[in-house]
């Protein structure tokens, strides 16, 4: 059936650098993709949103990029701190229903 | 800021009891969800709740599980008969509109034994 996952499973940065998370999605029908951090022991936190008519957009420090044409999704995270460290998670969603979320598998962003 | 309680934090329970887990969704939501997530593996979609009935759910939430809104403050979701397989993170979200943001609980762990 069609997933969303994700190209790398742990990302090891040094403190200061930029990251770089990848997400691939493979329902075209997805029209708002979300993600999340998880910190150790706790839950799911929204970090930033884009809807399918959009291609970028920006937080604080934090940036999504939409390629509908692939089907990828990435986040970007300015200046990484150690408070970075957590698993991110891409989820997709639809806009016709109710909010279920289909999760990636997460990636862990290491910051030391 | 508002946010999302569970409780318990964490329940050890043995094959074949019932649990209940227990939620309380930010006051002035309406949409109410439970994920779950087994160790080491992705988030995954349970059920979602709104105005007082099931709105969608997925093939995980078989017979044994059901969900209730007691009242104007708690959401649970009962296992009737655990399994091993039932052991996973147990996280509840809500939102304040069809569409909008999720918030999530810090989870309930529960372990089958």
């Known amino acids: 059936g069609e997933s969303v996952g994700l190209h790398l499973p742990t990302l090891s940065v040094q403190e200061g650098d930029n990251s770089i998370i990848n997400c691939a999605y493979s329902?075209?029908?997805?029209?708002?993709f979300i993600w999340y951090k998880q910190e150790s022991g706790k839950g799911p936190q929204f970090i930033i949103d884009?809807?399918?008519?959009?291609d970028k957009r920006q937080g604080q420090r934090v940036t999504v990029l939409l390629n509908k044409t692939v089907k990828h999704l990435s986040l970007q995270i300015a200046a990484t701190q150690p408070g970075d460290s957590a698993v991110y998670f891409c989820?997709?969603?639809?806009?016709?229903?109710?909010?279920?979320?289909?999760f990636g598998k997460g990636t862990m962003l290491l910051v030391s | 800021e508002p946010e999302v309680t569970q409780t318990p934090s964490h329940q050890v329970t043995q094959m074949g009891q019932e649990v209940i887990l227990r939620c309380v969704p930010i006051?002035?939501?309406?949409?109410f969800y439970w994920y779950r997530q087994i160790l080491g593996q992705k988030v995954e979609f349970l059920v979602s709740?709104?105005?007082?009935?099931?709105?969608?759910k997925s093939e995980i939430f078989d017979d044994q599980f059901s969900v209730e809104r007691p009242d104007g403050s708690n959401f649970t979701l009962k296992i009737r008969s655990t399994k091993l397989e039932d052991s996973a993170m147990y996280f509840c979200?809500?939102?304040?509109?069809?569409?909008?943001?999720?918030?999530f609980g810090e989870g309930s762990r529960l372990t089958v034994l």
């Open positions: 979200a809500s939102s304040g509109r069809d569409g909008g943001e999720l918030f």
């Open positions: 329902n075209s029908a997805s029209d708002y």
């Open positions: 884009i809807r399918s008519n959009m």
């Open positions: 989820a997709e969603t639809f806009q016709s229903g109710y909010s279920t979320l289909t």
């Open positions: 006051s002035n939501h309406l949409y």
């Open positions: 709740f709104y105005n007082n009935e099931i709105s969608e």
